[in-house]
């Protein structure tokens, strides 16, 4: 079968500078954009309030399961490996949608909003989880494994060069700062800030409007005295006299601030300088505009005759400006949220950490921000040809491996924090990033043992999914971890019933377990149709069709269920545990290839049925083999004396209950026929001389009618009778060794201990010993009910025949009874003045 996660070629990654705020955002909003422009569709109209909530939402996210094998099946053959994973982002963005429009309509009231709440939160960080491993194994598989050649031959970064141009280089070659900024960009297009309000109190482009009108009107009653405020408006005046704003002011300020560092956080720069202009604070756009890297275009070489002067971009000054943003960031004097701001820029961990210490998608985005800011301002210091301001020792001691980071956050002292590094999403974000997929797989695998068959079928699929995307890509080394995950997921798809589903997934399982758990479900379907369904799906997904089916009929047959509350049927009838083994043979008639199994199981089950005298079992059983059987098995094997030895003997088995059933339905119908002699009709009476002409015309009708009838009775009785004599001789007289014996083998089949060979032959020693005796009692009722009292007594020497060894089957018990009934039939020889074997006597 095609593979879902076929290798892609290469195709171009989205790489991030970090000298344009829009650039900055590059890969971080092409994934955000990408997913919502496939996800992008009008599904209001899908929503059909009809008052019942009893799933309360359930039923938008259990399309997932459909929808993601479409995606697999769509793409088993195409050239693209991500395909697969933005296809999965969209269906996951589709429900999510979906559940948002529900919770906007207040379907289900209370409850229903809460849980609704509840797998929306689950399914958007299954959705971020997505873009995560979307955008990392992009590059590990297409960038990194594509440029490690070129790598090695590089002899290092070229000395000399702009700021962004040695950056842009460490990028190129740094395939672990280029993942660090991957997972930048990802928490930034993931953030999600929650209610908004507006950032300032008026909408005019002025700053400190409040406070200029107080400055100016000093004797204004409504805004206190005039000395508790600032007494200039230059941005550094609060910070310098220690004074506030007016407090409608500070608030605004306040707003203002948490605004841009929430549009930083999530990775929209530009729109955050565009909020400073329009609330009237450019000193704060020139502010936040020092980060960028310098690079005078004029020195670069040009093959153009004509030279213009283009403009220069970054801030020259740069380091100046950074070491200014280290102070701002490490002083108490401003708020968290302008020190974070700063901070986010020039490297400064603490001010980050400290406004961001209770999420742990934030404290890691700090931290890589910093590690980020760290990497390149050494990459810049080492390699353009200029003197630079030092930055403070606490700046350079920041230095840590992303291993360091994890383990610093899974001990952080906010429990929100700790309690998410354990959770089992934050745990495969970690590996995902940290790249090691064996312990992540360790990790899922625990997750199915505590939970013991527990966990969600949500959180099964999306493991599942995982897997199979990382053992695509080659970062599997325990396949065995692996199947187990996947084969929890089929495990869940079997309760959903799906049979396209579960044959698609079990056929990324080992043959073993595909047919371990394909079995398993196909135990649990009943209905005919159902069952050409799982076939067909069995077929299409390339599963061992025959070796499934082969052990859904041996689980089905050796299974026992307790009889209940009901106890046995009655007599004659069949149970609901009987019929459902007998149904199950319906797995195995439908692939002719496998009519050597449907005998040898079916042969099993009649043994057994025939054991327990439940013979309308036995009838059922054999009416669910094809009468062409014996024809197909040797078309199989092209003629008689290529059949395998265990065919062979299955097919004398089958034709040895051919020939019972025949003989006991013959003696049934006989017994049945010989004991409903037709009945003299109650107006039959004897004529007399005082009935009248017409009344004895019509009684002698009457009579004459029953005698024919009684006529047609006896020799009807008589012909059925030659035919039960002889079934039930077909049955002592069977050729080749005899009833129930298997013909001449060289030696037994090699997997005989596998077949159970020798408690067979048991078996089938028992049946001869139960069978022939009662069939031979049969057939002396027969004979003597219809005065055959020679062959009665012939029935001696059938017993006795050293060739057939039928003697041997009996017990002393049972053939003394036999020999007491043979007396009887002589005895009446006897009488008829014949002798003892039915012979005339002679003198």
Same mark, same amino acid.
């Given at each position: ?15 991030? $500078? ?10 971080? #909003? ?9 996800? +992008? ?33 769509? &793409?088993?053959?195409?050239?693209? *490996? ?18 948002? =429009? ?7 009231? *209370?409850?229903?909003?809460?849980? /609704? ?11 971020? $989880? ?25 002899? !290092?970064?070229?000395? !000399?060069?702009?700021?962004? %141009? ?11 700062? /280029? ?21 300032? &109190?008026? #909408? ?15 004797? !204004? ?107 701002? +960031? ?9 020190? %974070? ?19 742990? #998608? ?5 931290? =890589? ?31 840590? *491996? ?12 906010? %429990?929100?924090?700790?309690?998410? %590094? ?11 990033? =940290? ?9 899922? @695998? ?11 079928? &949500? ?5 599942? #999914? ?36 579960? +044959? ?47 052990? $859904? @009929? ?5 299974? &026992? ?18 019929? /459902? ?208 009292? +020679? ?42 003045? =014949? ?9």
């Amino acid at each position: 079968m095609a593979s879902p996660f076929p290798i892609s070629s290469r195709s171009g990654l989205l790489r991030t $500078t970090l000298n344009s705020s829009s650039g900055m955002q590059n890969l971080s #909003h092409s994934l955000l954009l990408q997913e919502r422009s496939d996800a +992008a569709m009008d599904d209001r109209s899908m929503i059909e309030d009809t008052g019942d909530d009893m799933d309360r939402g359930m039923g938008r996210v259990d399309v997932l399961f459909p929808q993601f094998f479409e995606v697999l099946l769509s &793409h088993s053959g195409g050239p693209e *490996t991500f395909d697969v994973i933005q296809g999965l982002m969209m269906a996951c963005g589709g429900a999510a949608e979906q559940l948002e =429009l529900e919770i906007e309509r207040g379907m289900g009231g *209370t409850q229903g909003a809460k849980q /609704r709440q509840s797998i929306l939160a689950w399914l958007r960080q299954e959705i971020y $989880t997505w873009r995560l491993l979307f955008a990392l194994f992009k590059d590990r598989i297409l960038l990194q494994t594509e440029n490690q050649a070129d790598d090695e031959m590089q002899d !290092g970064p070229t000395l !000399g060069g702009s700021e962004k %141009a040695v950056v842009e280089q460490l990028y190129e070659i740094n395939a672990t700062l /280029r993942e660090y900024q991957l997972v930048v960009d990802w928490l930034e297009a993931s953030y999600e800030p929650g209610e908004q309000e507006n950032p300032l &109190h008026s #909408h005019r482009m002025m700053a400190w409007e409040n406070t200029l009108f107080e400055l100016k009107n000093l004797q !204004g009653a409504a805004f206190g005295r005039g000395n508790e405020i600032v007494q200039h408006l230059d941005p550094d005046a609060p910070i310098r006299e220690k004074r506030p704003l007016h407090a409608v002011d500070e608030e605004d300020n306040a707003r203002l601030s948490r605004a841009i560092f929430m549009a930083i956080r999530s990775g929209r720069v530009d729109d955050g300088l565009r909020l400073c202009k329009h609330y009237g604070q450019t000193w704060r756009v020139a502010i936040l505009e020092g980060w960028r890297l310098h690079e005078d275009p004029n020195f670069q070489e040009s093959s153009s005759v004509v030279r213009e002067k283009l403009p220069i971009m970054g801030n020259p000054r740069r380091d100046i400006w950074k070491r200014c943003a280290w102070l701002m +960031a490490d002083s108490s004097r401003y708020d968290e949220y302008t020190r %974070a701001t700063a901070g986010a820029f020039c490297g400064h961990l603490g001010s980050l950490k400290s406004l961001l210490r209770n999420n742990w #998608h934030d404290l890691l985005w700090a931290h =890589l921000k910093v590690q980020i800011d760290l990497r390149v301002e050494s990459e810049v210091r080492g390699c353009c040809g200029k003197r630079y301001q030092p930055m403070p020792d606490d700046y350079w001691n920041s230095k840590m *491996t992303m291993e360091q980071i994890f383990e610093e956050l899974s001990v952080a002292k906010d %429990a929100s924090v700790r309690d998410f %590094a354990k959770s089992q999403m934050g745990v495969i974000q970690r590996h995902l990033i =940290l790249d090691t997929c064996g312990e992540l797989l360790q990790h899922m @695998v625990r997750w199915l043992e505590e939970a013991a068959g527990q966990l969600q079928p &949500h959180q099964l699929r999306f493991m599942a #999914h995982i897997v199979l995307f990382l053992r695509q890509i080659g970062r599997v080394d325990q396949d065995r971890l692996a199947e187990k995950i996947i084969g929890s997921y089929v495990e869940a798809l079997i309760e959903r019933g799906d049979p396209h589903l579960i +044959a698609f997934y079990a056929a990324t399982l080992s043959n073993p377990l595909q047919v371990q758990l394909y079995s398993r479900y196909l135990q649990q379907v009943e209905e005919k149709r159902a069952r050409e369904l799982a076939l067909d799906a069995a077929l299409q997904s390339g599963l061992d069709v025959q070796e499934i089916t082969r052990i $859904t @009929v041996e689980n089905v047959r050796r299974t &026992h269920i307790s009889l209940g509350e009901l106890g046995e049927p009655p007599s004659g009838e069949i149970s609901v545990e009987d019929q /459902r083994k007998i149904s199950a043979l319906e797995w195995l008639v439908s692939l002719r290839e496998q009519r050597g199994e449907l005998l040898w199981q079916a042969n099993a089950m009649m043994r057994i049925y025939l054991a327990c005298n439940k013979v309308e079992c036995m009838r059922q059983t054999f009416r669910k083999v094809p009468g062409d059987v014996v024809q197909d098995v040797v078309n199989i094997y092209s003629s008689m004396d290529n059949v395998p030895p265990r065919e062979e003997c299955s097919l004398k088995e089958y034709l040895c209950y051919k020939v019972y059933l025949t003989g006991i339905d013959s003696y049934m119908e006989w017994n049945h026929m010989q004991l409903n002699k037709p009945k003299k009709s109650p107006t039959l009476v004897p004529s007399s001389a005082q009935d009248n002409f017409t009344e004895r015309m019509a009684n002698e009708r009457k009579e004459q009618a029953y005698r024919t009838e009684v006529q047609r009775w006896e020799h009807k009785v008589q012909e059925h009778a030659k035919q039960t004599k002889e079934a039930l001789y077909n049955v002592l007289l069977f050729p080749e060794k005899g009833w129930l014996v298997d013909p001449f083998l060289p030696q037994e089949p090699e997997n005989a201990k596998q077949l159970n060979w020798e408690q067979r032959q048991m078996q089938m020693e028992q049946l001869r010993a139960n069978c022939i005796p009662e069939v031979t009692l049969l057939l002396h009722d027969v004979m003597f009910k219809t005065r055959d009292y +020679a062959g009665c007594v012939r029935l001696a020497d059938e017993i006795a025949c050293r060739k057939r060894q039928l003697y041997k089957v009996y017990t002393k018990h049972k053939l003394a009874d036999l020999m007491a009934k043979i007396a009887d039939a002589s005895l009446e020889l006897l009488n008829s003045k =014949l002798d003892p074997w039915g012979y005339p006597i002679t003198a």
